[in-house]
């Protein structure tokens, strides 16, 4: 529900998002700057706004600075890699080095010193070498993400990709992606362990056959679950 002092300027693409307590300003609303959407969100007094998945390059030094200031935004930040590795990426067309997005994830820790980074990485694109996947693991661990939904690459015919020489076999596609979720695995516990002890605020997700399913969300978005309270009323 949409308070009344909502900014006229919103429009209702925007409002969409406004409902209940969970809200998600999301990239694909392109009439804003992502920092303006956010803040006229916040304006309407709601409680927890969360972003949906970004482009590194849309997080600038002055908008990690005006988000910092949202005391509603939770401090999830999930920004696509895809490779960590820059000569995949370079054949992938992605507007950024691994340098840079350090950059931009190292600029959000500073700000957001408790954030949970996560993203998305892909294994075998067309012409990924052993050496070049092994950068991008070791890239993936060293950035420390809280964590990953890994994938592997899908030829599909008629790009540009389907095209290149030294596609990698479907064995190999497989094997790179087991190790780099097993690298995933590791590095969301590693996050996990970090956020014991702290006190936060949690969202409940479910209540299912008489059952508190305490699975709860935290700002960051770590998730914790457990179940409680059986046979409870709502």
Not at 58 to 74: G, H, N, P, Y
């Amino acid at each position: 529900i949409m308070a009344p002092t909502c900014p006229e300027a919103l429009d209702d693409e925007l409002k969409a998002f406004a409902l209940e307590t969970v809200k998600t300003v999301d990239s694909k609303i392109s009439t804003y700057h992502m920092a303006d959407a956010v803040e006229a969100v916040a304006e309407c007094g709601i409680k927890r706004i969360r972003l949906g998945s970004m482009e590194p390059d849309q997080f600038t030094d002055e908008v990690i600075d005006r988000l910092s200031k949202v005391e509603q935004l939770c401090e999830h930040f999930h920004l696509s890699l895809q490779s960590g590795c820059n000569e995949t990426l370079a054949r992938m067309n992605r507007r950024y080095t691994t340098e840079q997005y350090e950059e931009i994830v190292t600029a959000i820790r500073k700000s957001f010193p408790d954030s949970a980074i996560t993203t998305d990485i892909m294994v075998g694109f067309a012409g990924e070498s052993e050496e070049e996947f092994a950068e991008s693991i070791d890239f993936y661990k060293e950035i420390g993400f809280a964590r990953g939904h890994v994938f592997a690459y899908s030829k599909r015919a008629g790009t540009v990709a389907a095209a290149l020489k030294n596609q990698v076999t479907p064995a190999n596609k497989d094997a790179r992606a087991k190790l780099m979720g097993e690298a995933a695995k590791n590095c969301e516990e590693a996050f996990i362990k970090t956020q014991i002890g702290k006190t936060a605020t949690v969202l409940f997700e479910t209540y299912k056959n008489g059952v508190l399913n305490l699975e709860i969300t935290l700002n960051n978005y770590a998730e914790e679950k457990e179940v409680h309270h059986k046979n409870r009323q709502r």
